[in-house]
């Protein structure tokens, strides 16, 4: 799984954010905690309040700030408010490689599966925190792993490849799957924002 530029720059944002507290952030000040441009901000952010994972406020003293609790926004969260997240499609059925298909998709679709369970497992407080560790998953500050995950997208792995629920994927124990999984079911929000990154 190969995060978009756009996903990129919303987890900057959306860190950046967190890292500070729950003050509303003016949109210069964002962009530069969050090493994002201007423009990719605007649009970024937008797609953030849609998933009401932001709020904003106009005006003098104004700017941004997050919308949960930062230990109730995902990683996976932020990554499908702004981009479609899907698992790999079907390889072809009839194929002279078709042994070395199969092994290519058992490959795929684990390494997707492992990095979409890493994004859906640590939260936004986590990265705040610094509470990861170096294989990406979150500490409970004694340097074990939390096995949390939060409500809003969980990774379900079972025998069938089913699964059920807002934002869960899931992978049979095989690797296979017969669909693609798709999120970006968010509702939308008044709060909009123009191309230079201002509310309105």
Do not use: C, W
């Amino acid at each position: 799984m190969i995060l978009s530029q756009t996903a990129e720059y919303a987890l900057r944002a959306t860190a950046a954010l967190a890292s500070t507290g729950d003050r509303l952030v003016p949109t210069a000040e964002l962009a530069k905690l969050a090493d994002v441009p201007m423009p990719y901000l605007a649009k970024v952010l937008q797609q953030l309040a849609g998933a009401d994972l932001i709020r904003g406020r106009r005006g003098v003293g104004g700017g941004y700030a997050l919308n949960r609790a930062h230990e109730d926004i995902s990683l996976f969260d932020v990554i499908s408010a702004v981009s479609a997240v899907r698992m790999p499609g079907p390889m072809p059925a009839e194929s002279e490689a078709g042994d070395v298909l199969d092994s290519l998709d058992r490959v795929v679709r684990k390494a997707t599966h492992n990095a979409i369970n890493v994004y859906q497992t640590v939260t936004v407080a986590d990265i705040a925190r610094g509470t990861v560790q170096q294989n990406g998953a979150a500490s409970n500050g004694n340097g074990h792993a939390n096995g949390h995950s939060n409500g809003h997208a969980k990774s379900a792995l079972n025998g069938n490849g089913n699964g059920n629920g807002h934002g869960q994927h899931a992978d049979s124990a095989n690797g296979q799957t017969g669909h693609d999984h798709q999120t970006n079911g968010h509702k939308p929000s008044s709060l909009a924002v123009n191309g230079n990154g201002q509310l309105h």
